[in-house]
């Protein structure tokens, strides 16, 4: 059940990062140095390190966007962890995709909606920590890099720590569309550095039907691509990820509607 | 005519990437993703991702001025496109230097500027997109990027589609610098992050001369190099892109002298 | 006592760039390329771009913070450079630990006082620049970058230019924390992107004691991990990287306390 590693030279094995660590810190280099002490071939690819700091959801947002498009078999190591230090657990989950690695807090829940877990562990075993005493506010440099690390090397899932059930993994609160008739009502679940909104209303509920979707007031009608409305004008379209979005032709929707995460549309 | 991938290892072939996603987003991540699920052992180099958002003069500046660094071959990937999904083309153009993959919207003016087009296709064969229905608002994701991970893993250009002239590719018309007698005439055509001002003069119009510049009413001294004037003063140089540049030592000139894109320079 | 790169397989060696080049420019991607045309199989892996233009102590503080979590033999050349073109030395350094490439003025005296020198040259052999006529203003890409994919390449430090004492390599002066009694009083010396105050207080000053610190009037008490205290509430600890830190539990302790670099604390 457990996918190998060994099929694939080792200069092909990808781990991709995403962090809220930002930048302009060594923090993120930190972590490449302690992957390659472990294995300087593998080929680290950075998902963001831009997430708003503890910003779980948009975590979830951004790394459930992102696995679908790595090859089989890619370590994903993601660490937004405003409990660090904490009770939360450390985990590594397998998907048929590929491996993921955080903390327990729901960064994980958008992924594992749209993936079956095949297996869970708690990350308790410290032989695959950078040391068995690692810092009480940086596991991303002590733990989840360095188990990340180990298991795109061939480490198997099993010797991280023991099984837990995927059922027990932290699902994060989103608000949920609802349908009653005609209507759909959602939420901005996400606002891009365009200024793009991205709604929680997946493409199939829109999919080969008229609509239009209403925020803030403004009722803003659904066309195919962003140059279908002249430069400055709304449109709503369903966005390259699959979700329902608002966007101005070559400007920032968030700007012009001054909308926050959270706002209510609804479409008819 | 057409330059061989055979003749390198694979794990040497590089690809770059040019972009206004930013990387904040997964955007990159993802094309990131696409590039390895085609290629895995490719080199992915980031040449920016902050070009501000659908502004194609800044993204010609900096694929213009980064080129001539890489090693013949390199595949460059540049996506600026505030028209996609609408009427403008997809290209692929082939330089002795290497090769570009972009909308035909102006990016590559400045590079074909400086380098003869060898030869230039429309994309327009869906067999090196990731699918043949691609998004109607991430042809970065779905052509451009799959397209130059296949023309670097060995694909011919001339597989990708039709051959088109190409005097026809899109050229971006910007100020040109002019000289009248003993004066030059031109502007401010980019502002990096240090807030240096870099005009369109290029380095010949100044070589082996004494020569000053003016900008809203300063008039500053040419030198060799930041620190031959006091911190905080002005210096007019030849910045290391090969252009007229007005600078403040250890400071921003932007700021200093409130300066604009388009600004209006004299050398005299 | 040189230690050699022979017996590393070409793609495990590693070269990290640091800067205060920022991000949206093309400059990092121009060293990436004149890296790559002397050694397409380098790993290059980025320590940070975003050191505040021209801040020494930052990059500073940043490089002696990632060197020791990086492998043996690694390349780090570091370019924070307001004197470029002037009279400042240019200089590579080794370490047991690897090698360092860097203007000389203080940039490496945090690496240094952590890691003896072995040897120390002047880089003056134009054989291992990009060009023998380099440009005033980018010795990051003409003489840095190159001298460092050569090193990295197994040319020896012999090799760059000739030896100079590592005691006259400058050194940034920092205020030094200072213990009187049982009181101790430093200074903030970095400020993370999440607003978490670094002091210059290093951890044996209080490990395995009972100590709080005092900052703008505030008395702050030692604790584990951010987590021991409430969403909102001040911290003190011992951060990641070994120094005395004031920290908001999910928030940001600068924007809470007002506090710039230098602000004096008292520890008791």
Not at 61 to 85: I, S
Not at 90 to 109: I, K, R
Request: charge should be negative.
């Amino acid at each position: 059940m457990i996918a190998s590693m060994s099929d694939k030279s080792p200069s092909q094995q990808l781990l991709t990062l995403l962090s809220d660590f930002g930048i302009s810190d060594e923090y993120v280099a930190v972590i490449k140095g302690v992957i390659a002490q472990i294995n300087p071939m593998l080929r680290v690819v950075d998902i963001t390190h831009k997430i708003p700091p503890q910003n779980i959801a948009a975590a979830r947002f951004c790394l459930m966007n992102a696995v679908p498009y790595f090859p089989v078999g890619t370590v994903h190591v993601a660490v937004v962890d405003p409990g660090v230090g904490g009770k939360r657990r450390a985990v590594a989950v397998e998907l048929a995709q590929g491996f993921l690695v955080a903390p327990d807090n729901g960064l994980l829940s958008g992924v594992l909606s749209q993936n079956r877990a095949i297996a869970a562990v708690e990350l308790t075993n410290s032989d695959y920590w950078r040391t068995s005493e690692p810092s009480s506010t940086f596991h991303g440099r002590d733990i989840f890099a360095p188990v990340g690390a180990h298991l795109a090397s061939g480490v198997s899932l099993q010797q991280l720590g023991p099984e837990i059930d995927p059922e027990t993994l932290v699902t994060l609160n989103l608000p949920e569309c609802s349908q009653k008739n005609d209507m759909i009502i959602g939420c901005i679940q996400y606002i891009d550095h365009f200024g793009n909104l991205v709604t929680n209303i997946p493409e199939n509920y829109v999919q080969g039907k008229n609509w239009s979707v209403e925020i803030k007031g403004n009722i803003i009608k659904a066309l195919e691509t962003y140059s279908d409305v002249k430069i400055g004008e709304l449109i709503a379209l369903v966005g390259s990820h699959g979700w329902v979005e608002i966007a101005v032709n070559s400007s920032n929707a968030q700007l012009e509607l001054s909308v926050k995460l959270g706002e209510l549309v609804e479409i008819s």
